[in-house]
């Protein structure tokens, strides 16, 4: 069974769009993460929200948290080609976390 | 700051054999360890946690077994691989208390033929 469930699963855009990735689950979850990961190597954390409604911003990317804590969004403005790779979120239970299915972006130069 | 070591990084089995992946952790004590396995451009499936020595905890069955023989040491095998086995395996920390996140290791690739 998968608990979260990631739109679009691939997306190619241009260089300067914008563009934005969707998280979503019938559950709640007590925190949500949002990974970035290149081929062949591990995730790496970009962001935690644990606070439904919570918005955060890190340079030209914006993560919200759903006021419910079910779902997540992640918009990116102005899109590089440095920003390609497989996007992941993944909602915390406690100690437990699972991963959604994953957007693989591509940045076009 | 905490460091996650895998190895060995890519792997090439035949069906039926062993495996034994190792995951060490420096930096930080009595952390919550965690085994994933990806497909090629997909997400995550956490296939085991621990809490602590001796403590783990499967979240899928399969032919896969976990153990955690030190603090800092997780440890992913099985006595008899299958086709299916093959994938990125990834092992991973938790941030620390209350800050619901995980760091990864590099992972090992791991192909069965």
């Known amino acids: 069974t998968q608990l979260l469930e990631q739109s679009p699963q691939f997306l190619s855009i241009q260089e300067g769009e914008n563009l934005t990735v969707y998280c979503n689950s019938s559950?709640?979850?007590?925190?949500l993460q949002w990974y970035r990961q290149e081929p062949g190597e591990g995730p790496v954390l970009l962001v935690t929200v644990v606070t439904g409604g919570e918005v955060k911003k890190l340079k030209r990317l914006t993560f919200q948290f759903g006021d419910a804590r079910k779902d997540s969004s992640l918009h990116i403005t102005a899109a590089q080609p440095g920003d390609t790779g497989l996007y992941l979120c993944?909602?915390?239970?406690?100690?437990?976390?699972?991963f959604g299915t994953g957007t693989s972006l591509t940045v076009i130069p | 700051s905490q460091t996650i070591h895998q190895w060995p990084a890519t792997l090439v089995q035949p069906v039926g054999s062993p495996l034994s992946l190792e995951c060490t952790v420096e930096?930080?004590?009595?952390?919550?360890l965690y085994w994933y396995r990806q497909a090629a451009g997909r997400g995550l499936q956490l296939l085991f946690y621990?809490?602590?020595?001796?403590?783990i905890s499967s979240e899928v069955p399969q032919n896969l077994s976990a153990s955690r023989p030190q603090d800092r040491q997780f440890i992913l095998s099985s006595k008899k691989l299958l086709l299916s086995d093959s994938g990125f395996y990834l092992c991973a920390l938790e941030g620390g208390v209350g800050q619901e996140t995980q760091y990864f290791g590099p992972g090992t690739r791991l192909l069965v033929l």
């Open positions: 621990s809490v602590g020595i001796g403590q």
């Open positions: 559950s709640v979850f007590s925190s």
């Open positions: 993944a909602g915390g239970f406690g100690n437990q976390f699972y």
């Open positions: 930096g930080t004590s009595n952390p919550n």
